[in-house]
């Protein structure tokens, strides 16, 4: 087990027992900083996670898609998990290493693992479009290697993964639990009244976060903690503390911010050119990702600095 962590309940594999680990109900969807010529800048990935650790989240994802993932190699992959594994070493890192491809996907949590990962992020596979039953032979295999936290997104899979099906993965000792970005409140409530104790339910959607705590949700995997940490945290704890006034207000300060990120372009273009306007070096973007324009940043830019003190990242501009 990585340091740092409180046990939370074992799973038994091929003979051998590991211990899984308290995650976080905050994590950052963290993007992936390039340098100018376009490789991986590693030593500015190394930074971004520190500060954001400071900055409320209770670990980070790395290469998801906010990071890029599909113009990613998976050499670049297990270095970014070694690099910031080696960064925050008390803090939860969780690869993305799910696909299409079950055997690449298994392979790939492999070697994310041996490089330091906590957990491993695997989302429904795409364009392929699997029945109910490949999807759950798809999680089965991949929770064989690593503590697995599903990823349901039928916008960017096609297909959505039923609440019968994530209920039945949901008894595999190696599922940790699902990003839920399906949009339905109704089936994250079907599976938040079944599912076991041990299976933890975190937002897949940014604006999601408070209806899913308020049906029995855990967290969220975060785009706008980039640079509204703290407030996310807030909100989490606000929540939990049943301090309603707080956790709305967070919520409905954030929102017009939230939907600007997601909304204005594809993720991770907006808050990636957030970050370069704060002041933090995220870098370029890989083709066939391309900058917002002008007019899309000065907007985006707008809407950011109304939020004032919600925004709670800073790396050299105050935007408040």
Not at 13 to 18: A, P
Not at 187 to 195: H, P
Not at 294 to 317: D, Y
Request: with cysteine; glycine share 10%.
């Amino acid at each position: 087990m990585n340091p740092g962590f409180r046990s939370t309940w074992f799973w038994l594999l091929g003979g051998f027992e590991r211990m899984a680990t308290e995650i976080g109900r905050l994590l950052t969807a963290m993007i992936t900083p390039f340098k100018t010529d376009g490789s991986v800048d590693y030593e500015a990935a190394e930074k971004l996670a520190v500060l954001l650790v400071a900055d409320g989240s209770d670990g980070v994802v790395v290469s998801g898609t906010t990071g890029e993932s599909p113009a990613l190699t998976d050499d670049e992959k297990i270095e970014l998990v070694k690099a910031i594994k080696k960064a925050i070493p008390r803090s939860a890192v969780v690869a993305g290493t799910g696909s299409n491809d079950t055997h690449h996907s298994v392979k790939l949590s492999e070697q994310a693992m041996k490089a330091g990962a906590d957990a491993l992020l695997a989302v429904v596979p795409y364009y392929n479009k699997p029945p109910q039953e490949g999807m759950y032979q798809h999680f089965k295999a991949i929770s064989e290697v690593g503590p697995t936290i599903m990823y349901n997104i039928q916008g960017r899979t096609a297909i959505n993964m039923t609440a019968a099906t994530t209920l039945r993965c949901a008894e595999l000792p190696g599922i940790l639990g699902v990003k839920e970005a399906s949009g339905d409140l109704d089936q994250m409530g079907l599976v938040s009244a079944e599912k076991p104790e041990r299976f933890r339910m975190w937002s897949g959607d940014d604006s999601f976060t408070l209806p899913l705590l308020a049906i029995g949700g855990y967290g969220v995997i975060c785009v706008v903690s980039h640079i509204a940490g703290r407030s996310m945290k807030t909100l989490i704890q606000a929540h939990e503390k049943a301090d309603n006034e707080t956790a709305r207000g967070i919520h409905l300060g954030l929102l017009p911010v939230i939907k600007t990120l997601m909304t204005t372009a594809a993720n991770p273009v907006p808050i990636k050119s957030v970050l370069n306007a704060m002041g933090f070096p995220a870098g370029p973007f890989r083709l066939p990702l391309v900058p917002l324009t002008v007019e899309q940043l000065k907007s985006v830019m707008q809407t950011v600095r109304k939020a004032g003190e919600l925004i709670t990242f800073k790396a050299g501009v105050k935007v408040a």
